[in-house]
């Protein structure tokens, strides 16, 4: 019966959005039996760069004791049990035999500089130094044809091998022809392509190379959309927001690097690990929502009080995300935290139909259908006009013609 | 009783039971969603947070009517087909006979009662072509709702179990990609057909009023008595 009853739910679930954090024992055990030998596999690998981690850590003057800390954090992070924990860690030491290519698009290099960010590195930022960053235009010392030769022999060391990174959406309409790369005038749809096709797994970092992002937004002159539209015939993850949390670019990378394989992904592909629960569930300011506090405008009594933003035009309650939980910057503080609306960054189309703190009531968003529910009430108060105003000609008229039909009667 | 009149039965019991839930449960849907869509009204007590909860209010009452309106659904799309009483689905068949009767009641809607050539002792082809449309709207207020509500339960566990969320997302999930592929398309959608709905009640009561008083028809009688009173005709 239980069995049964565990088929129905996995044939309801199999789609879903649901986060199953426990598996059971037998689950588990084969999956750290896998891990160890993907790990055993890496080490045995020769390293793609010659930096050490333990020694970079003790250079960044962060000891073991801060570094095993950060590990069951992460291990936690990827919904794994504890016994994983040295696994993660042996991971994060293995990362220098894990290539990486980074190509940027259409994009303003805001999620580079959300990996990058070194004002004094936390663990994070000096796993993500360990990785070996093959190529990355914004990055690298050589330029033009040099930088070109550097990417092809990166594709071809490491063929089949390597994780892409991909920043920025790609034109794919009458834009597709503006946006060149590099000394040969390669477009951007052609480059993205002939990348992919020798990498293990492409990962999409960013609204934009998600979803098309701002690039994206009405009218679209490019003609933008996200990698996902473009890439065929290879896994690939979107971890959105704008820009992506460094912690889950982390996520994703340890979880390749420690089972070889992609993260369980939602039906957006989005690892579930990161995009698995509302802004909205883990709001600090959830029981302001409930109990109808909010802020009215910005630096009123609420403001100060730190009420809900929903009437501000907070987007939390339709966002996917794990920022109100890891948050950003050393997780010191996230929008919400410090004081303004969440605006869907990591949802799609979240520039035309997500944006600013506009209150859904009264929001005027530029979209497809013509608005959003500004519109949607004026339409609604006019259709309901409309029908007062027929159903009141229809009613004169009948008693205007009932008393005629009365006095011929009479 | 006028002579040459009679009284025919409209309506059942659980027709009306089913009539006045939905009308009052639509009455606190409308006014409960409102908040939900813009919370218009401050709460006026000076407690803290955790004592007052008139947003959590607003939600508790808009899910309970909107979850009467969903079993009754269920009811009303079984009495579609297998009502003893009538058999809507029946006059929603476009043969000759219903689309001539659902012409001619538009007509005599139209004119002003001036062609009255249907017979009005049981529900028309007319009637149940709106109410059709009311029940496909409410069906979408449904489905739409039930998409926004599942992403609370995002967790995949609710307190009567796992089942309820998956079912959900089983059930619901079609509706992203339908209205436009976000989570706001829905609940753009969800919204909007509220005012179709609004609308489609105005007519309702106009035209029932209207068949009552000036067409003098008392059809307003049905849906508390059950029954109503109709000229008798020569067939």
């Known amino acids: 019966m239980a069995e049964r009853i565990d088929g129905v739910r996995k044939l309801f679930t199999s789609k879903s959005a649901r986060v199953d954090t426990n598996r059971g024992d037998l689950y588990y055990q084969q999956l750290f039996d896998t891990c160890r030998a993907r790990l055993d596999a890496l080490r045995e690998q020769p390293a793609v760069n010659r930096l050490d981690f333990d020694s970079l850590l003790t250079d960044e003057g962060q000891d073991r004791r801060e570094f095993m800390k950060w590990v069951s954090a992460v291990t936690a992070m990827l919904m794994l049990p504890p016994m994983f924990t040295p696994l993660v860690a042996e991971a994060a030491e ?62 071809e060391h490491f063929k089949g091998n390597y994780l892409l990174f991909v920043e920025g959406s790609i034109p794919v309409g009458a834009g597709r022809d503006w946006c060149t790369i590099g000394a040969s005038g390669e477009t951007f749809l052609d480059h993205l392509n002939r990348v992919a096709e020798n990498a293990a797994a492409v990962v999409a970092v960013g609204a934009c190379a998600t979803f098309g992002g701002i690039p994206a937004a009405a009218p ?29 670019m982390v996520g994703v990378v340890l979880h390749y690097a420690l089972t070889g394989q992609v993260p369980e992904l939602d039906s957006l592909l989005r690892p579930k690990f990161a995009f698995g629960y509302r802004i909205h569930d883990n709001c600090e300011r959830r029981a302001h929502f409930d109990a109808g506090e909010y802020v009215e405008e910005w630096g009123d009594e609420g403001a100060k009080n730190n009420f809900c933003l929903y009437k501000m035009g907070c987007k939390g309650p339709m966002t996917f995300n794990n920022c109100s939980i890891v948050r950003y910057n050393e997780g010191v503080n996230w929008p919400i935290g410090v004081g303004r609306g969440c605006i869907g960054c990591s949802e799609p189309d979240f520039w035309d139909k997500y944006a600013y703190e506009r209150p859904m009531a009264n929001a005027n968003i530029k979209a497809p259908t013509g608005g959003v529910e500004k519109t949607v009430d004026q339409f609604g108060l006019g259709l309901l006009t409309a029908a007062g105003i027929g159903i009141g000609i229809h009613a004169v008229a009948s008693a205007v013609a009932g008393k005629r039909e009365e006095g011929g009667e009479g | 009783m006028k002579s040459g009149r009679k009284q025919v039965k409209r309506m059942t019991g659980a027709m009306r039971i089913i009539h006045w839930a939905n009308a009052i449960s639509m009455v606190a849907a409308v006014i409960t969603g409102l908040y939900i869509g813009h919370p218009y009204y401050q709460t006026l007590i000076a407690d803290g947070a955790v004592d007052k909860y008139v947003m959590a209010w607003n939600r508790w009452g808009h899910f309970i009517v909107a979850i009467i309106f969903d079993v009754t659904s269920i009811v009303v799309a079984y009495l579609y087909f297998f009502s003893r009483f009538e058999k809507p689905y029946k006059k929603l068949i476009p043969t000759g006979k219903n689309v001539a009767e659902f012409g001619e009641v538009l007509l005599n809607l139209v004119t002003l009662n001036r062609r009255k050539k249907f017979d009005s002792t049981h529900s028309d082809s007319f009637n149940t072509v709106y109410f059709t449309i009311f029940h496909v709207l409410l069906v979408w207020m449904l489905f739409t709702g039930l998409q926004l509500y599942v992403h609370g339960l995002e967790s995949g566990e609710s307190s009567i179990g796992a089942w309820w969320p998956a079912l959900l997302h089983l059930a619901t999930d079609w509706t992203i990609p339908v209205t436009g592929g976000t989570l706001m398309d829905v609940r753009i959608s969800h919204h909007e057909t509220m005012w179709l709905i609004v609308t489609w009640v105005a007519f309702h009561i106009y035209y029932q009023i209207w068949r009552t008083i000036f067409w003098k028809e008392g059809d307003i009688a049905i849906v508390f008595g059950g029954s109503k009173f109709a000229k008798e005709q020569e067939s």
Do not use: Y
């Open chain 1, 220 to 248: 679209n002159p490019t003609g933008a959309v996200g990698v996902m539209d473009v890439v065929k015939g290879k896994p690939v993850i979107n971890i959105p927001a704008c820009p992506a949390n460094p912690a889950n």
């Open chain 1, 94 to 155: 293995l990362m220098n035999r894990l290539p990486v290519v980074w190509l940027e698009l259409q994009d303003c290099a805001g999620n580079s500089e959300a990996l990058l960010r070194s004002d004094g590195p936390k663990i994070d930022e000096i796993v993500l130094d360990i990785i070996s960053l093959e190529f990355h235009e914004s990055l690298m010392a050589p330029s033009g044809h040099q930088a070109e030769k550097q990417l092809e022999d990166a594709m």
